[in-house]
Structure formats: structure tokens, C-alpha cells
């Protein structure tokens, strides 16, 4: 399994490419930075000569929910304290309602009262923390039984094994490869 840090890495330098050959579905993804968020077609195509290899990264990592690549990086190696936690644990799945809490410790308490099985997931979502189910954790292309699962505590936010989270965001990464 690649290192969730190392494939964002590749994903920027495809895109990087990808620009280099006018690609226009590599030129809309710079919208995602906020100095393009704005422009035409015309102006991202202008915008080229000058995109760099950290601007590429700043894509990716912004395509993941992060607000830049140095804090995505910092959550992707399972640094303690990563100040955010991305967007890469949003389904799009509609209809199916999760538990949101604006506090870590409503999250966890809420989990905590919830029988052994079918066991809840805490998750979050940039600065907001959720309680899911098997079927959500599925739905985002993550085995609801891995046993990083349990090395987590079923506790995204503050994992007790941070090496077991840096592997399910190598594996969510891994399930969402073509999206992006």
C-alpha cells in the first residue's frame, strides 16, 4: 500500500502534466486555488507558465478537503496534533443521515453510548466531528471490519494508534483514485 503523503504527491505530479498539455479537466482543477477560484477558461490557460509543482500540491490537498498542503501533509503522516483533518470522509451518498456534533467530546460521547455492535465510527469533516455507521464507512470505499479500525479506537479524530489512521487514508485515497 502506498504512503497516503506519497500518493497525493503523484497526484500532483499528474496533474502537473496534465496541465503541461493543456488538459481542460486539469485546468478547471485550478479553481481550486483561491487565486483562480474565479477565472475563465482563458485566464486558467494563461495561468500555466506559472504553476509549480507546490501549486499542483496545494490542488490536491484542497481536493482532499485540506486547506493547504502542508496541513494536509501533517494529517496524512499521523502527525499529533494535525490542526485539521480534511474532507476525505464526506460521502455524497444522499439520504443517509449521520449523527453531527459540533464538539470532540459530544462525538465521543454519543459513540461511547452506543452498543458494542453494530459499532458507530467517529469521523470527521474539516473541523466537525459525525458518528456513521457500517454502510457510510463502506460507501467510502473502507472495509468497516479493518483491523486499523479497532487500532483507532473507531475514533478518527483523536486516534489511539495514529500509524492505523495514516493507513485507512491511504486506503480511502486508494478508493477514491480516478475521481480526482
Known sequence: MIDPVRELKIRAELLHKRLASNDPQA???????PELVR???AALAAAVPGIRRKHCLAVVARECGFSSWERARLALAGE???????????????????HWFPTYDEARAHLEAL????RG???TYKRHFFVADRAF??????????????AIGWDWA??????????LYAKRLAATRGTA
Open 27 to 33: 485546468l478547471s482543477r485550478l479553481r481550486a486555488l
Open 80 to 98: 499529533p496534533g494535525a490542526p485539521e483533518l480534511g474532507a476525505l470522509l464526506y460521502g455524497r451518498d444522499a439520504g443517509v443521515l449521520h
Open 137 to 150: 464507512v463502506a460507501s467510502l470505499g473502507l472495509d468497516p471490519d479493518d483491523p486499523d479500525w479497532r
Open 115 to 118: 452498543p458494542q455492535a453494530p
Open 158 to 167: 483523536r486516534p489511539a494508534d495514529l500509524a492505523a489512521r495514516s493507513r
Open 39 to 41: 477565472a475563465d477558461e
Open 121 to 123: 465510527y467517529l469521523l
